[in-house]
């Protein structure tokens, strides 16, 4: 396997490029300012990405879901659960039941398949749970 050098003198123009665009640093997430900054790229990003793996942003997509994850690992107690597993923790703390969840992911009959684990939530299902949480999507892919 041929591995290529990269040279950082060729990349810091990009990078710099990128982060002004975005007005915050892409990196470590160290405060909830940045958390939030960071979610709301990645929900933006997961809006034109979608399920598309082969999206020309699906990488930054990648790279925002990882430091976003880190940063919940760190600092919010939540537990490394399959999606379903976390919905259903969310709906026992919130005391919600099923038909509770209409708006956000459809009818009863779609929630209990996802909660029994024959469909998984989609990105407009994950999205539109982490509004209703107060959490990220990354929680529900």
């Known amino acids: ?5 990269i ?9 710099h490029s990128l982060e002004k665009a975005l007005s915050f640093k892409v990196g470590t997430i160290h405060n909830k300012i940045q958390y ?12 034109i990405v979608g399920d598309n793996e082969k999206h020309e942003l699906s990488g930054l ?18 537990p490394d659960a399959e999606p379903r597993e976390v919905l259903r923790l969310l709906m026992e703390k919130n005391g919600l039941k099923q038909i509770d ?3 956000e ?21 994950a999205k539109a749970l982490a509004v209703r949480f107060g959490v990220s999507a990354a929680a529900f892919i």
């Open 36 to 47: 939030k900054q960071a979610v709301n790229l990645m929900n933006a990003v997961l809006d």
């Open 101 to 103: 969840l209409s708006d």
């Open 105 to 125: 992911v459809g009818r009863q009959s779609v929630v209990s398949e996802i909660l029994s684990g024959k469909r998984k939530i989609n990105v407009r299902q």
């Open 61 to 78: 997509l990648e790279l925002l879901g990882r430091l976003v994850e880190d940063f919940e690992k760190e600092h919010y107690a939540t």
């Open 1 to 5: 396997m041929n591995t290529v050098a």
């Open 7 to 15: 040279d950082p003198k060729i990349i810091a123009p990009a990078w």
